[in-house]
């Protein structure tokens, strides 16, 4: 089994949904959230997270969310402006 689909398995035993579609509109992303994603998992992994936008959604959902952004100066405005919803950073 290839890794990336291994992984994937692997967060689907765990009860993460994983989705690469893309997103048209934020709208479309916030209903897809909050139908989907959220409620219908255990947790959420976010890649390219950028500033957090949908940090305060993430937090009324009660979601496990693990944040992940690669450019260090994005990184530092994520953290700050989810710092009120973090409980443990990484």
Do not use: C, D
Not at 10 to 19: D, F
Not at 46 to 66: C, D, M, P, T, W
Request: charged share 20%; aromatic share 10%; glycine share 6%.
């Amino acid at each position: 089994m290839k890794i990336k689909k291994l992984i994937i398995s692997i967060l689907g035993w765990m009860g993460i949904y994983v989705s690469r579609l893309p997103i048209v509109s934020n709208e479309q992303f916030i209903a897809k959230i909050e139908n989907e994603f959220i409620r219908n998992s255990r947790g959420v992994l976010h890649i390219g997270e950028h500033l957090g936008q949908e940090g305060e959604r993430y937090f009324q959902s009660s979601a496990k969310v693990i944040w992940v952004e690669a450019i260090p100066a994005v990184y530092q405005q994520l953290v700050n402006n989810i710092s009120r919803l973090v409980i443990t950073e990484f």
